[in-house]
């Protein structure tokens, strides 16, 4: 009898020991991979974001307020790089402001861009003023927004530069939703420059951010 409870203890004091490094071993995996997958946005994400955009002034030129969130692909350059480098690292629900130069946004003023073609060369319905916004067609059939800038007798001066070009941008934005890539099926690319239905925060190539 005796030694049937030594033996009998000893196994109660083994199972007790197995029993311990079991919970010890379920508690570091509780503590050290809590959800195991991370969803800070990467390269080839697709995100949602609402967002707000200021000039140095103050003047609010872009919101999505109102509208649904800017949703792209980070990576594929559909964004202006300073907006999609800022947005990089964060987490659904984050919330950060964004600064960003005119080398990370649409480049610096260029007075090449400013040309001067002559009045004949606008429709007949057409009275141009100056800060009067028009639309002139790219090389590849695409339409460019240009400004007048200068009006004289027989000529005026088109400024294609972005009307944003060599102005320092401030985003505030909030992360509203990340897709890891390989989670959606992305859409085939078109030679579209136009600027989608969320304001010009959806491309790089015309006005507005």
């Known amino acids: 009898m005796i030694q049937a409870y030594q033996k009998t203890n000893i196994l109660r004091k083994i199972l007790e020991i197995e ?4 919970l010890k071993v379920e508690n570091h995996f509780c503590v050290f991979i ?7 946005v990467e390269n080839n994400d697709k995100v949602a974001i609402q967002y707000k955009g ?32 800022g947005i990089v690292g964060l987490n659904e629900g984050d919330k950060k ?10 480049g610096p003023v260029m007075k090449e861009l400013v040309q001067e073609v002559p009045k004949t060369a606008l429709p007949a319905e057409i009275t141009p003023e100056v800060g009067m916004m028009l639309s002139a067609q790219g090389p590849n ?15 005026i001066k088109l400024d294609m530069n972005h009307p944003l070009a060599g102005q320092k941008l401030t985003f505030d934005v909030t992360v509203e ?15 579209d420059d136009g600027c989608g239905p969320e304001g010009c925060a959806s491309c790089s190539s015309c006005g507005g951010h």
Not at 19 to 22: A, H
Not at 179 to 191: H, P, S, V
């Open 97 to 106: 402001t964004i600064e960003i130069l005119p080398e990370d946004g649409y």
């Open 34 to 40: 809590p959800g195991g997958i991370n969803m800070a």
């Open 177 to 191: 939703k990340v897709t890891k890539a390989g989670e959606f099926e992305e859409e085939e690319e078109t030679d």
């Open 141 to 155: 059939g695409q339409m460019i927004p240009v400004k007048v800038a200068e009006i004289g007798e027989e000529t």
């Open 19 to 22: 029993v311990y490094k079991t």
């Open 54 to 85: 200021t000039l140095e002034d103050g003047t609010v030129f872009d919101t999505s307020e109102g509208r649904e969130a800017l949703e792209f692909v980070v990576g594929k350059g559909m964004v202006i790089p300073g907006f999609e480098k």
